[in-house]
Structures are given as structure tokens and as C-alpha cells.
């Protein structure tokens, strides 16, 4: 356990109709004005949006859409939200929706409350301050929800950067597992990706850290893993989905990563270039990244993959539990090589060079040298 | 997973020497003045007094002086300490030690903003706010440094009772393991036994939850007991110390119950009438009851009892999980039996009777009942 800062503070709100009282949390919170951010339609025809405005026109909190956001969401339509934020006088952002939504809504936020570009932020300036966020989460994976990161792709220069700050953490956040039952397949097994690739970075790349993380992180795989199995099954298993939402919360809130040292994100730092290039679906393209990384990488820490060989899929020997985890990926349909979302080959040193940029900026640039994020990108093939 | 809020916004900031940011941490929330509250003198032989006056002074922070805490922290004390506070005009409590300065700093933080006796919050009256609390906490045990729970014992009627409130959550705890290297072996054994407690009575109670919760829960344990062994043969073990403190924090600060649903705290309720009537250590109270409660409780769950037995020691049957926990509490030298501290089997009617009377407030007299309270201290003579 080495020295740590953990302060959480959004407030988690889960069960059945609980999107019915974000008017409440809202009015409680001093806000009476808001940005109303979501993505597609769909949350029209589903009737969300309806049960949103009422509980908001309840609690006489008015507000101003912002529909449009994007998978992968962008910089211009971050931008345009800003103008929208500091034009219309909203106190606070309401993000409604999946991690997009959420990361673009607590970019905006941001942006409302600076001076300069908001694009700023994600290239090394600090945080300053934010409108306070408020979020009701639709698809559970990104642990945006309960956390201080928000990742936006610039989609002039192809980066896909983030920003880290206490100022985005949500005031509150709305989790019912009944919004995530229509989560389509492909995006239920990429949401199952995505938690599971936020806690193995910590766990195979920590210089030093303790059981007991490890023990928080072989516990949420197993439930990710037991409960998408469900999932994919029977798609509208409530307690399923239920625990699978507030797993992947867990898997990115900070508690698997109090107390370690020397970590890095090195899977996402190569996938934000596969879905800045290729505008893939994030955790499909983790899906893609995580087992060549581990093939490259579990040589240099193999207590660590024995390990997780042994409690995680109960086998002995490294390759055996990067098998076992490549295996269970395809068998929920999620894609394991580049050529399966038609990512060519020859590609493979344009996309080391993107990615080689974001180690830099990250700090692992020394590790991961253009030629060696090729190497690790070969094995995906 | 059932329907459930969870906000923690307690700061922990975790490490060598950081109880010399107090102050900083004081003046950052805006804070001027504090009851400055502890428990007996060695924190004045160690040096600890001096290095936080030091930091409440570099950051201009006055402070009024209140120790003598007693463990099971009294009601006497705390009403001289709201008083005092009152008149003093502190703008917050900052608490140093273990969990009994911690329960009656936030008691008095309650009690200081109140305009009635303090007591009346412990026997069911809602708490409406409280100054804000700030701890240093120097014994890993009662989690209650990132929880909204206060336990005080009224020594007059001996009622061993408690508050819980979101006003009481630390705003900022400081978790300095180092601080814990000097807690005696007695009460090291019995910090690992609270642990153990806070997370086994949701776990056995729960009507319905998780898998999930399950492995937080065994996670916390395994650790508990893992730390702890090594803690005994050597109590100057930092890296020990630190995984110990930070488990037994996260056993009691709302992760390992969210979801769950109709749960209790039974072997809390028996213990409680223990420590009041007989002011033993809580954890030594807990280490008789826990194993008695679960010899007369275990048919009612067997398949709970069969998967802690199973995770937590690699045994099978609920039997043999019970005798390795007992086992356990005996190698590291905890009293599981009456006679070991000095209880008289002929006083079991009369703790039933003051055990009853709490049940009945936590809402479980129905099933625990004066005379099966009774019968299961009768399994611990």
C-alpha cells in the first residue's frame, strides 16, 4: 500500500425508476437551469426522455437540449455545447446517456466555466473548475459515472485525449439497471470489455500494491464475467444487468488503484488510436488490444499473470488465463483481431505512431516506443 | 442488487507522516477554530499532539483541547464535551485516535449544533446537522473514519447505543499506518475481530444480494486475516499495518452492504449489552459472540455458511468455516468464550434482557427475542 488521496463524493442512486427523481436531486442541489445532453433518439422513442423532462418540470428545473452526441463523441460537438452552456446560462450539465454522453457532458462543463478552448484541457492544462454534473447512465461501462476522467476525440488532428479532474466527479448519478436492458449485444459484450480492461491495467502493471486490491479486482472480473454470460443469454435478466452496472462503477471509481504505485493504462493508451482512427466501438477495439498486450507483456511480471490464471478462470500458468480470457472475448462475440473490424495490417505503424504520441503524453513513452506499440499490435494480426 | 443510495464523500488521505497536513486540510475547508479531542495522554509521550499542534498552527488554525476518551466512549463525557464546544465557539471537531475519540467527536459535533441533549439523537431522534468532523485515526477497527455512524454508552442506564447520520461522515480522515505501530498486540487481535464482524453480518444476514458483495466481503476477510498474521509476529510491519487499515476501512464504509437487502447486526446487538454492561473491548466481545451466534444460526443459511467456509478457508461445510474462524480468533489470542473475560454464565439472562431492549430499536425483536438471546450466549459459556 503505498500513499494515497481517495476522495470520492458523487452520489450513486441505483434501483428501478430512480431516473423518475433526477428533478428532486437537482432542485436539492441549488440548480434551476440546465444543459439537457443525450445522444440519439432513442431515448425519445423509449419514452426516457418524457420521464426526465416531467420529473425536471416537477421540480421546476428548466432546461435546454443538447441532443447529437456521438459514440467516440468529438471535439466540434463539444465545442458547440460549450457556445450553447455559456449562451443559455445553465447551471449545471444533465448527461443522459452512455460513457460518450457522460464524457462529453463533463468536457462541456469544463468548457462553460473557461476562458479558452476547452480542446486545452485535454492537452495538459489544469482544470480550473466545471459546472457541477449530474448524470443518468443508459449503458453501463466507461465508470465515467462515478469518476473524474472524460475522453474526447479531436477529429482534425485523430487524437483521443482525456481529462482527469476532481471538478467533473458527478454530483450525482443516476444507475438503474432497467435503462441497460435494451443495450444492444455487441455493446452489452463490449461494456463487459471495457470494466474488465479498467481494473487489469492496475493489476498487471503496478510496480507495488497489496492482495487486497488484487482480491477487489479478481472479484469484479468474475462478477463481470458470471453475469454478461447472463446477460448475453437472457438480455433482460434484471439482477444480471443490475450487477453487472454496478461492477463496472467499481471497476473505475479508484479503489481497485488506492495504494498502488507506478501504474499505467498502456491497453487504453493503444486503443484511443484504434477508435480515433477507426471510430470503433471502445471496448471492442480493448477487446482487440488486451490479449496481444498481455502476450507481449506477462514476461515481465509473471507472478502477477499466474495469478490472475489461478483465481480469475482457476488455471495455472500465464498463457493459460490470457487464453482463457481471449477465448471467453470471442465467445461473447467480441472481436480479438485487428482483421475482424477490417483494420488492414499495413496500417499498423500509422496507428503506432497515433498511440506513441499518447504514451508520451502519459508518461510510458520510454516503454512504449513507436516500434514497440507495432510489435505489441503485430501479435493482433 | 436491491434498490440503493451510496455517498461517501470523506476524504481519505492515506500515508506516512500526512497527519502533518491537518492543518492544511482545516484551512482548505474554511475552518478556524476546533474542539481538538483525544483520548488518553501517549498521544502527548509519542510526539502525535505536537506534530498536529505544529500543523494546526502553521496554518493559523486555533484549537481547544479536550482528551480523556475513555474506550466505549460515555455519555457523561460527551455532554461535557458538547459544553464545552458550545461555548467555545468551534467551527468543527477534529478527532485523534481510534474509534472511540472518532464516535464521540461526531457526537459532540452533533450535539453542538443541537439545542437539546445529545442523548436524544442515540434514542431516535433524527440528527439535523452537525459541525463538520475532521480525524486522524491511529487504530485500524471501527471504520469509523469514512462512516456516518456514532456509538456512545449512556453509563447511567447502561444502553450501549448509536447514532447514524450523513452529517457525521468525516469531511477529511488522515490514515497514517505508521500511527498504528505502537497499537498493543490485545488490541490489534481485536481491531482484526471487528473487521471481521462489520462485514459478516450483512454477508449471513442478507436476504437477497450478490455475488459481487460476496467477494468484497471474503476479499476483506482473507486480507484481514492474512494481515493480521503477520501483524502478530511482527508489529512494526508497515506494509501489514497499511493493507490491515485500509481493509478494515473499507469493511464498514457502505461497499460491501450496498445492494443487499433486509439485513441485520445481530452479533452488534448482543455485543453492545456486553461492552456496556462489563466495558470490555468491543472486538473481545465480538470474538465470544460472533462464533456462538453462528453455531445457533447457520440452518437458517446454510448455503451462506457452506460459501464462507468454501472462500474464506478452503474447507468444506459450514461446521468446519465457523471452527476455522473460532480457531482463528483463539491463535491470535481474542477470548471466545464468557468465562475467558471474567462473565459469569448466571448474568446471561440479565445481558439478554439489555440485549432485547436493543433489538428491539434496531428493528429485529421479533426474531431475537430475550430468551434466544439467551440461548445463544448460553453457546459461548
Keep these: ?69 456521438v459514440s467516440n463523441p468529438v471535439l466540434s460537438h463539444t465545442r458547440q455545447g460549450v457556445e450553447l452552456a455559456r449562451r443559455e446560462g445553465v447551471e449545471a450539465v444533465l448527461a443522459v446517456g452512455g460513457g460518450s454522453v457522460l464524457d462529453e457532458g463533463k468536457a ?40 473524474g476522467n472524460a475522453v474526447v476525440t479531436n477529429e482534425e488532428t485523430r487524437q483521443k485525449y482525456n481529462i482527469g479532474s476532481p471538478h467533473v466527479y458527478p454530483r450525482v448519478s443516476i444507475l438503474n439497471p432497467e435503462l441497460t436492458i435494451s443495450v444492444p449485444r455487441d455493446y452489452s459484450a463490449y461494456g463487459a470489455v471495457d470494466a474488465i480492461a479498467h481494473v ?39 439482477p444480471a444487468r443490475a450487477e453487472f452496472m454496478w ?20 491497453n487504453h493508451m493503444i486503443e484511443h488510436s484504434l477508435s480515433a482512427i477507426y471510430n470503433i466501438a471502445h471496448g471492442a477495439g480493448l477487446a482487440i488490444v488486451m490479449p496481444a498486450w498481455m502476450k507481449w507483456y506477462s514476461a515481465r511480471a509473471p507472478e502477477r499473470f499466474a495469478r490472475f490464471a489461478r483465481e480469475v478462470f482457476g488455471r495455472e500458468g ?53 516500434e514497440v506499440i507495432a510489435e505489441i499490435l503485430q501479435l493482433a494480426v
Design 200 to 238: 487489469i491495467e492496475g493489476y498487471f502493471t503496478r510496480q507495488a500494491g497489496s492482495h487486497l486490491q488484487d482480491r477487489l479486482v479478481e472479484g469484479i472480473i468474475k462478477t463481470v464475467i458470471e453475469t454478461s454470460n447472463v446477460i448475453m443469454r437472457e438480455p433482460d435478466n434484471y
Design 108 to 147: 462541456i462543463a469544463v468548457g462553460a466555466l473557461a476562458d479558452d478552448d476547452v480542446w486545452n484541457y485535454f492537452t495538459g492544462k489544469e482544470v480550473a473548475g466545471a459546472l457541477p454534473v449530474f448524470t443518468v447512465l443508459t449503458l453501463a461501462a466507461t465508470g465515467s459515472e462515478m469518476n
Design 247 to 266: 461492477a463496472a462503477t467499481l471497476a473505475l471509481n479508484g479503489l481497485t488503484t488506492a495504494g498502488l504505485r507506478e501504474y499505467s493504462f498502456p
Design 318 to 370: 500465464a498463457a493459460a488465463g490470457i487464453s482463457a480470457l481471449e477465448e471467453w472475448f470471442a465467445a461473447i462475440d467480441a472481436p480479438v483481431r485487428l482483421g475482424e473490424v477490417n483494420i488492414p495490417a499495413g496500417d499498423i505503424d500509422m496507428i503506432a505512431a497515433n498511440a506513441a504520441a499518447l504514451a508520451s503524453k502519459w508518461g510510458i513513452g520510454d516503454l512504449y516506443r513507436r
Design 1 to 69: 500500500m503505498f500513499d494515497f488521496v481517495f476522495h470520492n463524493p458523487t452520489k450513486i442512486v441505483f434501483g428501478r425508476r430512480q431516473e423518475e427523481t433526477i428533478g428532486e436531486e437537482l432542485k436539492n442541489a441549488g440548480m434551476r437551469r440546465v444543459l439537457f445532453i443525450y445522444g440519439r433518439n432513442s431515448i425519445k422513442r423509449s419514452g426516457l426522455f418524457d420521464r426526465i423532462t416531467a420529473s425536471l418540470d416537477r421540480s421546476g428545473i428548466s432546461y435546454v437540449e443538447y441532443g447529437g452526441v
